[in-house]
């Protein structure tokens, strides 16, 4: 579910698939491992949710 | 075990065509780039223990990410280099504690510094002569914190974990390339520019261990070009 209408606008579905993809495989890993991709993965969920607020503010205001 | 070096260098080519990709076609770039993500965190999966192979595999991966939010916040210059840069000085600075990395915040060879701003300091003017690239005062205030979180993210964190694998030249070329591909987003002539640099930046951190010394040159150089 990408948006190809607009270039740089992404849906919100596709990202929140990705997200749980990512989280699902960080899940399964070693602790070890699972503790040290922990930051990264916060700072995809936060930068995953500006993209998809933004797209979702884009489309409303469309 | 570690990584086999043409892989280290696939790794490198895997992210530059991700770059050309995004470039072109931004969706697809994107694409590109959550499946380089997906990849690495699927073969870190099996890893159990943090070696220096998972260390260099994890600095990888925060490329495409830093990547991602740069391209795709549609803040001004202002807000969206913040966020970019913030992000990537919480990711360095978390993995250099988590990693016990020594990524040279030492007094060694100090004296080297006025060597170095001076060499930053030519390499910015050189380039605002040549490349003339636009002018933006706004971000004035933030490049001391994009020099700092760009050379712990190449030296501290990429070059230091290659060099103790491989050797001292591969690590200098590959976290010089990653420069350059971080950078391709301002254009092939800045790009080259920034590889220059890297590579000088790179040379005085394999000589020294000093991390101020590399940080001196890219704000130095980073000063003269965008700001003055």
């Given at each position: 579910?990408?948006n190809?209408?607009?270039?740089?606008?992404?849906?919100?579905?596709f990202?929140?698939?990705t997200?749980?993809v990512?989280?699902?495989?960080?899940?399964?890993?070693?602790?070890k491992?699972?503790?040290?991709?922990?930051p990264?993965?916060?700072?995809l969920i936060?930068?995953?949710?500006?993209?998809?607020?933004l797209?979702?503010?884009?489309?409303?205001?469309? | 075990m570690?990584?086999?070096?043409?892989?280290?260098?696939?790794?490198v080519?895997?992210?530059?065509l991700?770059e050309?990709?995004?470039?072109l076609?931004?969706?697809?770039g994107?694409?590109?780039?959550?499946?380089l993500?997906?990849?690495?965190?699927t073969?870190?999966?099996?890893?159990?223990?943090l070696?220096?192979n998972?260390?260099?595999?994890?600095?990888?991966m925060i490329l495409?990410?830093i990547?991602?939010?740069?391209?795709f916040?549609?803040?001004?210059?202002?807000?969206?280099?913040?966020?970019?840069?913030?992000?990537l000085?919480f990711l360095?600075?978390?993995?250099?504690?988590?990693f016990e990395?020594?990524?040279?915040f030492?007094r060694?060879?100090t004296s080297w510094?006025?060597i170095?701003i001076l060499?930053?300091?030519?390499?910015?003017?050189?380039?605002s002569?040549?490349?003339?690239?636009?002018?933006?005062r706004e971000?004035f205030?933030?490049?001391?914190?994009?020099?700092?979180?760009?050379?712990?993210?190449?030296?501290?964190?990429i070059?230091?974990?290659i060099?103790?694998?491989?050797n001292?030249?591969?690590?200098?070329?590959?976290?010089?390339?990653?420069?350059f591909?971080?950078?391709?987003s301002y254009?092939?002539p800045?790009?080259?520019f920034f590889?220059a640099?890297?590579l000088?930046?790179?040379?005085?951190?394999?000589k020294t261990?000093n991390?101020w010394l590399?940080?001196?040159?890219?704000l130095?150089?980073n000063?003269?070009?965008f700001?003055?």
């Amino acid at each position: 579910m990408i948006n190809l209408a607009e270039v740089k606008e992404i849906s919100p579905i596709f990202l929140t698939v990705t997200l749980i993809v990512y989280l699902m495989i960080v899940e399964l890993s070693h602790e070890k491992i699972r503790k040290s991709l922990f930051p990264a993965i916060v700072v995809l969920i936060a930068v995953f949710l500006i993209i998809a607020s933004l797209s979702v503010y884009k489309q409303i205001i469309r | 075990m570690q990584i086999k070096k043409y892989l280290l260098f696939l790794m490198v080519l895997g992210l530059f065509l991700s770059e050309i990709t995004l470039q072109l076609n931004p969706i697809l770039g994107f694409l590109l780039y959550a499946i380089l993500i997906c990849g690495v965190i699927t073969s870190l999966s099996h890893s159990d223990t943090l070696t220096s192979n998972t260390k260099i595999i994890i600095s990888f991966m925060i490329l495409p990410m830093i990547r991602i939010v740069e391209l795709f916040l549609t803040f001004d210059i202002f807000w969206r280099t913040f966020i970019t840069y913030f992000a990537l000085a919480f990711l360095t600075v978390f993995y250099t504690i988590k990693f016990e990395s020594d990524v040279g915040f030492s007094r060694r060879k100090t004296s080297w510094l006025p060597i170095t701003i001076l060499l930053g300091i030519a390499l910015g003017i050189i380039g605002s002569l040549i490349l003339n690239p636009e002018k933006n005062r706004e971000l004035f205030y933030l490049l001391p914190l994009i020099a700092f979180s760009e050379e712990i993210l190449f030296r501290g964190l990429i070059q230091k974990e290659i060099k103790k694998i491989y050797n001292s030249l591969d690590g200098i070329l590959v976290s010089s390339l990653l420069c350059f591909i971080f950078t391709l987003s301002y254009g092939l002539p800045l790009a080259l520019f920034f590889l220059a640099t890297s590579l000088i930046s790179a040379f005085f951190y394999n000589k020294t261990s000093n991390i101020w010394l590399s940080i001196s040159i890219n704000l130095f150089a980073n000063i003269f070009l965008f700001a003055m």
